[in-house]
C-alpha cells in the first residue's frame, strides 16, 4: 500500500501564499508522477499541477504564473508553493501519486482558505 500525507493548509487572506507539502510512504519502489487537485463545495475535482519524476511539470490554467509544483524523489515528497492566492482558490487540495503497474493513490486532503 502507499499513504500519502498532506499538510501545510490553513487561512491565508488575499494575496498571500501557503506551502503545502505531501509525503508518501509504504512499499513500493518508485513513485511515478505526482501532483495536486483540488476540489471546492459544489465543484469537481480539478487538476491543479502535476510533476513527472523528470521533473516535467503541468499546471492550470488558473494558477499559471501564481503556483510551483517541485518534489523531491530521495524524500518520495511533493510540494506545491501558492503565491498571490485569491479567494477562488478556496478548496480542499489533495495529494496524488500514480506508480507504474499500481495506478493512482491519493491523499485525504487538506484545507486551503482564502479569505477577501
Known amino acids: 500500500q502507499v499513504q500519502l500525507v498532506e499538510s501545510g493548509g490553513g487561512l491565508v487572506q488575499a494575496g498571500g501564499s501557503l506551502s503545502l507539502s505531501c509525503a508518501a510512504s509504504?512499499?513500493?519502489?518508485?513513485?511515478?508522477?505526482m501532483g495536486w487537485y483540488r476540489q471546492a463545495p459544489g465543484k469537481q475535482r480539478e487538476l491543479v499541477a502535476i510533476?513527472?519524476?523528470?521533473?516535467?511539470?503541468n499546471y492550470a490554467d488558473s494558477v499559471k504564473g501564481r503556483f510551483t509544483i517541485s518534489r523531491d524523489n530521495a524524500k518520495n515528497t511533493v510540494y506545491l508553493q501558492m503565491n498571490s492566492l485569491q479567494p477562488e482558490d478556496t478548496a480542499v487540495y489533495y495529494c496524488n501519486a500514480y506508480l507504474d503497474f499500481r495506478g493512482s493513490y491519493w491523499g485525504l486532503g487538506t484545507q486551503v482558505t482564502v479569505s477577501s
Open positions: 509504504g512499499s513500493f519502489s518508485r513513485i511515478n508522477t
Open positions: 510533476i513527472t519524476r523528470g521533473s516535467v511539470t
